[in-house]
């Protein structure tokens, strides 16, 4: 009860908190809350949120009557309460949303206070002045009452604002039960509710939707303290500060020849298809500015954009910030997504919001839960973007090709999947086909892309690494056998010869003699060095052998970090920007570097995975290849495991047909690939293998499918 409080007199921002000392305190103990303010932003219901769910959970209810100038978020929570109030099914879907009434005020301010105003738990009027009366509302006064019938009067100048909050305020404190502030406690108390029944000789009062009617609802709108055109002038050698007059969306770059032509093809193609473009051209600015495009044609749009990983979400929201375009990222790390994206829905479709943008993991992207708010999505306006999208061929992500999605642009330097054509079926049915391509060659040759020189470093299995990689490969033969001899097992027969595939896979990667020539490399790239030390180097390693890469790293002193997924968000930015600087030295990665993460300044990549799939390599290739001051070309060291001598032919074919369309494909484009040629075809020579020296991944990859091999 209000007697329990131990009340001032006399509340000032210079001495107390307000919020936490006198409104919060007094709306606990509250079941009326009566308030004649000249301004309210839902951000005051933020600040409050505790003494607001107290106050509700008594019963109770506050009523304010405010001037009629709302910024544009809280006019959209007034029409949303207003439409739900007529619409039972929009009243359950905000209500929903709720976990209880203070969390939600923090965390989904708009959509809370909208379910209030509909639940009846606030009310508003607004004051208007009457015919022949100047002047606006801007009273400041707060009644407070219990279910005892004491109340508590405060008069002072503070808006119920967050800005409010920040100024130097104070308040009068006058208490019902005290007999010398009874007078002014029931003067305040009386003219509140006069003012509420439209008694008040200077002002009318309307509900929202009369208000609106009659048009008094208007905007509030801050003045600038300063001339833009000043600050713009000020600031116009900085490249860091950009100005913008509006907060619509807008494309702020100028975007390359090559980009345009990729959106024309896109809007050619019914606004679908895939963009197959060499890593580090651009492709995520090309597919925002694609969106901006459609939205200013549109004039609504809903954009779904699906990355492949959890780092990507933030790289994304900063590119597209870069647009004005806002954006809720849903993962399992943010618990609030769906009641998020519940509300943005809703705002989408009554008109609250005209372009809606939303980032998923792909994962996210395609459970059922993520699936079942994508069908309320208006198909109308519905436009998705998968980043990398080959990864959505797999079976288990294909939920996440929206099949309401009227508007679908894939991303990916290498939309054919690895080892799968019904998946790269799947996805080129979905977006109706590639529609751009912008090959590595031609961005290089355009001076897009930087040159580079690719050097072939041959290492030999060791002799137990062999034998092991003999017997594997006899399993693989006898599994591949067994499908043929028992297509009723086909499911568990395939499990197993994958798990083989794989197994051979990581023994290549982790072959030993690796370390040593890495250490070796290491030594060698110092000596070269002007200055005895290395800079701008990113090293990949095979899954499970980072640590020890690092340990060697550092013994060779260079300053050294790892980039691997356990490195946060956060981190990593500081990590890449340290590392730009030249403070770290090199890089240790696994996969985490192979998609989204721009490093242009690296110099120098070297390759320990020796992985087979084109995604992988092609993108890592990519990593070096972005312009940067001071870089005429950058430098790939890739090391490709060999038989040791007296290996036999047909193991030894194996082994070198495997790591050879690599070799092609990277050393067909370098600057120096009639050198690279001379280090490996020796070896070719060797075991009679010459033919396959031009033989790129698919290729191989193609006639291996036909004549059934590995």
């Excluded at 000789?201 to 208007?218: G, I, M, T």
């Excluded at 770059?253 to 895939?274: C, H, M, R, T, V």
């Excluded at 290739?621 to 060291?637: D, E, H, M």
């Amino acid at each position: 009860m209000l007697k329990s409080l131990d009340l001032s007199p006399v509340y000032d921002s210079a001495e107390r908190n307000l919020i936490k000392e006198l409104f919060i305190p007094l709306l606990k103990s509250s079941n009326e809350y009566w308030r004649g303010v000249g301004y309210f932003s839902s951000g005051w219901l933020k600040l409050t949120a505790a003494g607001i769910e107290k106050l509700a959970a008594s019963g109770g209810t506050a009523r304010f009557v405010t001037s009629p100038l709302l910024s544009s978020e809280d006019i959209s929570a007034f029409r949303l309460a207003a439409e739900a109030q007529k619409n039972q099914v929009l009243y359950n879907v905000l209500k929903r949303s709720l976990y209880d009434i203070s969390t939600s005020l923090e965390s989904d301010t708009l959509n809370t206070l909208a379910w209030m105003l509909a639940d009846g738990i606030i009310e508003f009027k607004f004051a208007i002045p009457r015919i022949g009366v100047e002047g606006d509302y801007h009273d400041k006064v707060g009644v407070f009452a219990d279910i005892y019938n004491d109340f508590v009067a405060i008069h002072g100048s503070f808006n119920d604002t967050y800005k409010g909050s920040l100024n130097g305020e104070a308040f009068s404190v006058f208490k019902s039960w005290d007999t010398g502030q009874n007078v002014f406690a029931q003067k305040h108390f009386s003219r509140l509710k006069e003012l509420w029944k439209n008694g008040n000789s200077q002002f009318e009062v309307f509900h929202f939707e009369e208000a609106l009617k009659r048009d008094f609802v208007n905007m509030r709108i801050s003045a600038r303290p300063y001339s833009i055109d000043k600050l713009q002038e000020s600031n116009s050698t900085n490249p860091f500060i950009t100005l913008s007059n509006t907060n619509e969306p807008r494309n702020p770059f100028e975007l390359k020849p090559y980009q345009k032509d990729a959106l024309q093809a896109w809007f050619n193609n019914n606004y679908s298809g895939i963009f197959e473009m060499a890593t580090g051209t651009g492709k995520t600015i090309t597919s925002i500015a694609a969106a901006i495009e459609l939205f200013n044609k549109q004039g609504k749009l809903f954009l779904v954009i699906i990355v492949p990983f959890l780092h990507l979400l933030e790289q994304w929201k900063d590119n597209c910030s870069k647009f004005n375009i806002d954006v809720l990222c849903c993962s399992g790390n943010n618990p609030d997504w769906p009641s998020k994206l519940k509300s943005k829905i809703v705002s989408f479709k009554i008109g609250s919001i005209q372009l809606a943008c939303v980032a998923v993991v792909k994962d996210t992207a395609a459970e059922d839960k993520f699936r079942k708010y994508a069908e309320e999505i208006p198909g109308a306006y519905f436009m998705m973007i998968a980043d990398e999208t080959h990864y959505l061929g797999a079976k288990y992500l294909r939920n996440a090709l929206f099949p309401k999605a009227n508007f679908r642009l894939g991303l990916s330097a290498t939309p054919n999947r690895w080892m799968d054509e019904e998946g790269t079926d799947v996805l080129k049915n979905y977006y109706r086909d590639v529609v751009y391509q912008f090959s590595l060659e031609t961005a290089i040759s355009q001076k897009f892309l930087t040159e580079y020189e690719y050097y072939p470093i041959l290492v030999e299995f060791t002799q137990d690494e062999l034998a092991e990689y003999t017997y594997i490969t006899g399993e693989i033969l006898k599994l591949i056998c067994q499908k043929e001899s028992f297509p009723e097992d086909i499911v568990e027969i395939q499990k197993d010869l994958d798990r083989a595939l794989r197994e051979r896979a990581i023994l290549i990667g982790k072959a030993e003699n690796k370390f040593v020539a890495y250490k070796q490399l290491l030594i060698e790239l110092k000596k070269q060095s002007e200055t005895g030390r290395l800079s701008h180097l990113l090293t990949f390693c095979a899954p499970g052998t980072h640590k020890e890469i690092l340990k060697i790293t550092s013994r060779e002193d260079v300053r050294c970090h790892e980039f691997v997924h356990e490195v946060s968000y956060k981190n990593r930015k500081a990590v890449l920007e340290a590392f730009t600087l030249g403070h770290i030295e090199a890089l240790i990665s696994i996969k985490c570097m192979d998609e989204g993460v721009d490093i242009p300044a690296t110099k120098t990549a070297i390759l320990l995975a020796s992985t087979t799939n084109p995604k992988e390599f092609i993108q890592r290739r990519g990593r070096v290849l972005r312009t940067f001051q001071g870089k005429p070309f950058a430098v790939i060291y890739d090391f490709i495991v060999i038989p040791p001598e007296g290996t036999d032919n047909e193991i030894a074919s194996s082994i070198i047909r495997r790591e050879l369309p690599r070799f092609a494909e990277f050393s067909d484009i370098a600057k120096n690939k009639y050198f690279s040629r001379k280090i490996i075809l020796p070896i070719l020579e060797k075991y009679n293998l010459q033919a396959f020296i031009d033989e790129k991944p698919w290729s191989i990859y193609k006639k291996d499918i036909e004549n059934s091999e590995v």
